[in-house]
């Protein structure tokens, strides 16, 4: 689904918004909600996260207070959910009643009804609203929306999402946003390992990487962590493994999802043999000092069983 917005109505209805966590994602969301007309502000705890975002007409500072004075709407990009918890618990302090609480961090399923209930009971409103599309996604505006909440406050963020979006799906109550982030996730963390473990093969066997893609690509392995995230240099030249592996998606990321996957998947009593292999080893790579590369250097850690 998709309206077009309209900013002015859109100003007079949220006159301001605060952004917290300006990173990978955070920066280009915050700077595409400032491009389309609406008064944003930002915080990060890093400086340097601070001055990008202000250099894209975010009025952003490392002081919390500062950036939500005045805000009726807060959204959080932010690691964790502890981090997710404490700045939203700050900002009711600071705030008053009937603001706006958007989460687009990926943290628990529980952590994000415990938020919905913290909120709800002092007369804020907040939706879970975690987001697919990596970078990429967030700078063009087609991230997918899964979101979670009451029908009041998805229809006040519905704008706000449309913006950034290239599709919203109203996935049930709180927290049902990241069930279905998680598993998205759990796919995608084995996709990546295994699309490695395949392009390695194939190199062995003397085929070059440009003539694998070109066939796997249009065929039934075709995948996101292939055409977009290949973990190979050269046949996409915009994925990380042309740059280093610099992020992108940090590994440290993909492992977190990996735990949360990993706890819902005990608390459901459900086997996912594939999606716990590839947990233990983005938990082995990034204890190897992996943590800050995107999660498609796990190509490393699979070339590197060759010699073992
Ligand atoms: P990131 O590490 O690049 O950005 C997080 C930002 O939060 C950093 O700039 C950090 O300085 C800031 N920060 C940390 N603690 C803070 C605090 N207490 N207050 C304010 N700012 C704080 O991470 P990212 O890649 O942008 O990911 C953010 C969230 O989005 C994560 O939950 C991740 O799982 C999710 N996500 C990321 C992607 C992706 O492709 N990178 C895709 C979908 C979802």
């Known amino acids: 689904m998709s309206t077009p917005h309209d900013p002015n ?18 920066l280009p969301m915050a700077t595409n909600l400032a491009k389309a007309g609406l008064k944003v502000s930002g915080f990060d705890v890093v400086e340097e996260a601070c001055e990008k975002a202000r250099g894209n007409g975010i009025d952003a500072s490392a002081d919390l207070t500062k950036a939500v004075e005045g805000a009726t709407v807060v959204w959080t990009m932010l690691p964790n959910g502890d981090l997710v918890r404490d700045t939203i618990t700050k900002a009711m302090e600071l705030l ?77 109550a ?13 796919v995608l963390g084995v996709q990546q390992i295994v699309v490695a473990e395949s392009m390695i093969l194939a190199d062995r066997l003397g085929i070059d990487p440009k003539t694998y893609m070109e066939v796997v690509s249009n065929s039934t392995g075709s995948c996101w962590a292939l055409t977009k ?50 947990w233990q080893m983005y938990e082995t790579f990034c204890e190897q000092g992996n943590a800050g590369l995107d999660f498609s250097a ?11």
């Open 174 to 186: 709180v927290g049902s946003g990241q069930t279905v982030k998680i598993c998205n996730n759990l």
């Open 229 to 278: 995230n290949c973990p190979v240099p050269g046949p996409v030249p915009e994925s990380p493994a042309n740059h280093d592996y610099q992020p992108g998606y940090a590994s440290a990321l993909m492992l977190k999802d990996l735990r949360l996957a990993k706890e819902v998947l005990e608390q459901t009593g459900t086997t996912a043999n594939m999606g716990m292999q590839a």
């Open 9 to 26: 109505r859109l100003s007079a209805q949220e006159p301001a918004l605060a952004f917290i966590g300006l990173g990978h994602m955070g």
């Open 298 to 308: 796990i190509i490393r850690l699979i070339d590197e069983k060759k010699d073992g």
């Open 96 to 172: 008053p009643e009937g603001t706006l609480f958007i989460d687009s961090s990926t943290i628990s399923v529980v952590d994000a009804q415990e938020l919905g209930k913290l909120t709800s009971e002092k007369g804020y409103y907040f939706i879970d609203a975690p987001v697919s599309g990596g970078v990429v996604g967030a700078s063009a505006g087609t991230l997918a929306f899964m979101v979670g909440g009451g029908e009041d406050a998805i229809q006040r963020a519905y704008p706000l999402l449309d913006i950034l979006g290239g599709s919203i799906t109203h996935c049930g």
